[in-house]
């Protein structure tokens, strides 16, 4: 692991709740994988992870939900 930028804390493996407000649709997204720092909680998300989040809000919109929370670990391709 490499440190953080922000405080110099280390960066660790681990989950996080990513939302997205999009005015009129909120996503949430649970166990989202992600590096976050020890010390300041500073997240990171890798470009694959991120590919998935993408393709989990664009499928979010065109349900033209009000509100669409899943996990991410069921809702993956990767």
């Given at each position: 692991?490499?440190?953080?930028?922000?405080?110099?804390?280390?960066?660790?493996?681990?989950?996080?709740?990513f939302s997205v407000d999009l005015g009129d649709t909120i996503v949430i997204v649970r166990n989202t994988p992600?590096?976050?720092?020890?010390l300041c909680g500073e997240e990171w998300i890798d470009d694959a992870i991120a590919q998935n989040l993408e393709e989990v809000?664009?499928?979010?919109q065109t349900k033209h939900r009000?509100?669409?929370v899943v996990d991410?670990?069921?809702e993956s391709v990767a």
């Amino acid at each position: 692991m490499s440190n953080c930028p922000i405080c110099n804390g280390q960066k660790e493996t681990s989950t996080i709740t990513f939302s997205v407000d999009l005015g009129d649709t909120i996503v949430i997204v649970r166990n989202t994988p992600a590096l976050v720092c020890s010390l300041c909680g500073e997240e990171w998300i890798d470009d694959a992870i991120a590919q998935n989040l993408e393709e989990v809000v664009n499928e979010a919109q065109t349900k033209h939900r009000m509100i669409e929370v899943v996990d991410f670990a069921l809702e993956s391709v990767a």
